[in-house]
């Protein structure tokens, strides 16, 4: 089965949030993602509230359990104790934990299982027993230890950090050694019991390599590309788009 795709709608929130104004609506804009066929949306509610509102969070669940039951919902965030109630109290089918510091702009890079592993472990399990499947944030480049450690914690998914990838836009044997990297630690995972999900900077036209590179690739999070699709193409077209690359 091809990669599911998950619309991420940050940078939808961010425009919204230069004004004091309701639009543009996220979600509206969800629904079409999701009309034209998105398997999913992803949010990042940040504690400065940038991009997507805590209050938005409950809006997007109704939606999807009231029109589209068949989508899931995938909050991301670093995992305060503030965090994880709200994932608690908005009942994801997918929680993504990412290493960031409040001030970043956008997650740049993966756990260091090495050293995170031990405090990631009871919060996996949290979320867990809160009716939640969990994915970490990974480095392209993670090593066997890296991935063992964070199949030990107990989580069901990698997402793997796709930017160094998605850097190589005229260098075309750069993107090549980057997808074997992304393909590497792929293995790693799939011999260890994990699924893989990729994101960050995928674009309609870098996307078919990570596809082709990681065969059984479960899910891909597309915001800041989709956006920018969505101003030639309109969201429903721009979901469109990225569907036939995924192979819909």
């Not at 991420?8 to 929130?13: D, G, I």
């Not at 999913?40 to 809006?59: A, E, I």
């Not at 702009?105 to 050293?115: E, L, M, P, Q």
């Not at 480049?141 to 991935?147: L, Q, T, Y």
Request: net charge negative; aromatic share 6%.
């Amino acid at each position: 089965m091809p990669a599911k795709l998950s619309v991420n709608l940050n940078a939808v929130a961010m425009l919204r949030n230069r004004r004091n104004l309701p639009w543009p609506d996220v979600e509206h804009i969800a629904r079409l993602a999701l009309l034209a066929g998105a398997h999913g949306l992803t949010v990042h509610p940040r504690p400065d509230q940038r991009h997507t509102r805590d209050s938005d969070l409950p809006v997007l669940r109704a939606l999807i359990d009231d029109e589209f039951p068949q989508a899931e919902f995938n909050i991301e965030g670093y995992p305060t104790a503030e965090f994880i109630k709200l994932v608690l109290a908005n009942e994801p089918e997918q929680t993504t934990l990412v290493p960031d510091d409040p001030a970043q702009a956008t997650s740049d890079h993966g756990w260091d299982f090495k050293a995170h592993g031990k405090m990631l472990q009871p919060i996996v399990a949290e979320l867990k027993n809160g009716g939640c499947r969990v994915s970490l944030f990974c480095d392209p480049d993670a090593d066997r230890e890296s991935v063992q450690i964070a199949a030990d914690v107990g989580a069901d998914r990698l997402e793997l950090y796709t930017e160094p990838y998605a850097a190589c836009l005229n260098d075309d044997e750069g993107a090549k050694k980057q997808a074997q990297l992304l393909a590497r630690t792929a293995d790693y995972a799939k011999e260890l019991g994990l699924q893989v999900n990729a994101g960050h900077d995928l674009t309609v036209a870098n996307l078919g390599l990570v596809v082709a590179a990681i065969p059984d690739l479960a899910e891909v999070s597309i915001g800041h590309a989709m956006t920018a699709e969505s101003l030639e193409f309109g969201m429903y077209g721009a979901v469109k788009r990225f569907l036939e690359v995924l192979g819909y």
